[in-house]
């Protein structure tokens, strides 16, 4: 197993239900440091910019207003095979369909709203990573 890092994001709906901290102890309690995190609140650009891959959907605009529509909190998650045990933690993109006590499931409000975001691999860890912080941000 090789220790890497990835992105995570506490979305609008967690942040205005004051979840951070709750979310954050799940990733923490399966071994996952938070190794970078800053709150901020997205840009229409900015939100594009980050979801451009999903351009094309049906859901896309839906997203980006979402994803403006509040602070998030956007960090650097680190650990043993750090990508997959995020997503484990967060559960399947549908709450309605996320394993009982995973952060969709318990927190979500739907679908869309379901309460954090998580690198689907490596390659877009880097990316995703590189897209909210500077090396100097990432402490180890």
Do not use: C
């Not at 197993?1 to 994001?9: K, N």
């Not at 602070?71 to 993109?93: C, D, F, I, W």
């Amino acid at each position: 197993m090789a220790v890497e890092r990835t992105l995570s994001i506490i979305k609008p709906d967690a942040t205005r239900r004051n979840l951070t901290g709750k979310i954050n102890q799940r990733f923490e309690d399966a071994g996952l440091r938070i190794v970078a995190q800053k709150r901020l609140h997205l840009t229409t650009a900015q939100a594009q910019a980050f979801y451009a891959v999903h351009k094309e959907r049906p859901f896309y605009n839906d997203l980006v207003s979402f994803m403006t529509s509040g602070p998030v909190v956007a960090q650097v998650l680190e650990g043993e095979n750090a990508v997959e045990k995020n997503r484990e933690v967060m559960g399947a993109t549908d709450p309605a369909k996320a394993d009982k006590g995973t952060i969709r499931a318990d927190f979500a409000e739907n679908i869309e709203a379901n309460s954090a975001h998580g690198s689907d691999s490596s390659e877009n860890a880097a990316q995703e990573i590189r897209f909210f912080f500077s090396d100097i941000e990432i402490v180890g």
